[in-house]
C-alpha cells in the first residue's frame, strides 16, 4: 500500500519552521551508502544557517499526515560556501548564474512514490521563478564500486538524474569533508556536479 505524501515548497521566514526537520533527515538519510554520513544536530543547524540568510532559498517539503518524510533544498550557487563555487569558477561558469539544489533525504519507505520528481521540478520552477540562472545543478559524492560499505543491492541513482535532464560533469569536483559511520575522522570527499540548463 502507497503511502500519501504532501509536498509544500517554503521560502522566505517560512524556513526557519522546517530546517530542524531537514537537519534531522539528513543525519538519518546521509548515514546510508554511500554518503555514510555521520552527522549530528549541532553542525547541522549550523550549515543550516546560510539558507536562513539568503531570502532566495528554498525548501521543498514531504509530509504524510503531518509528519515530515523528505526535504529538498536550493539557493543560489553565488550564496553557498566557497568550496561548491570553486569548481565553477576555476572552469569557466560564473556562480551567479547557477542555482544550487543541494540535499534531497527522504525516508527509506516513501521511495518509488514520485517525492523524488517533484523536488527536483519545484526546485526548478522556484529557481525560474527567481530568474537569472542559466544552470541549475547538484552534486554527488564519488565512491569506489568496491566501498567496503556498498550494499549488494545498491542502485547508483544516474539514471534516474539523467531522466530529469541532468548531465554529469566530471571536471566540475568539490572536495568537502566530514566523518564517515566507519571512521574515526574525518576525511576530504569528491563530490561531482551534474547540471541541467534553464534555457
Known sequence: MKNSIDIKRFSG??????????????????????YLYDGDMEYERK????????????????????????ASTGIPMA????AFRKP??????DPARVFYCAES?????????????????????????LGGFDWIG???????????????????????WQKRGYTKHPRLQAQFTWKDTDQSEPT???LEFWLKSLD
Not at 550549515?47 to 523528505?70: H, I, K, S, W
Not at 517525492?115 to 519545484?122: K, L, M, S
Not at 547538484?138 to 549488494?152: G, M, S
Open 188 to 190: 576530504s570527499k569528491a
Open 105 to 129: 533525504v527522504l525516508r527509506k519507505e516513501y521511495r518509488g512514490q514520485g517525492a523524488g520528481v517533484r523536488f527536483f521540478e519545484e526546485r526548478e520552477t522556484h529557481a525560474r521563478t
Open 79 to 82: 550564496n553557498e560556501e566557497p
Open 138 to 160: 547538484f552534486c554527488a559524492v564519488v565512491r569506489p564500486c568496491d566501498h567496503p560499505l556498498r550494499p549488494p543491492n545498491y542502485q547508483p541513482l544516474d539514471r534516474f
Open 13 to 34: 521566514p517560512a524556513l526557519s519552521q522546517r530546517l530542524d526537520d531537514v537537519a534531522r533527515l539528513r543525519i538519518t538519510v546521509f548515514r546510508e551508502f554511500p
Open 88 to 93: 565553477f569558477e576555476e572552469n569557466g561558469y
Open 47 to 70: 550549515y543550516l544557517q546560510t539558507y536562513m540568510r539568503c531570502p532566495e532559498a528554498v525548501v521543498v517539503v514531504a509530509f504524510d499526515n503531518g509528519t515530515v518524510v523528505g
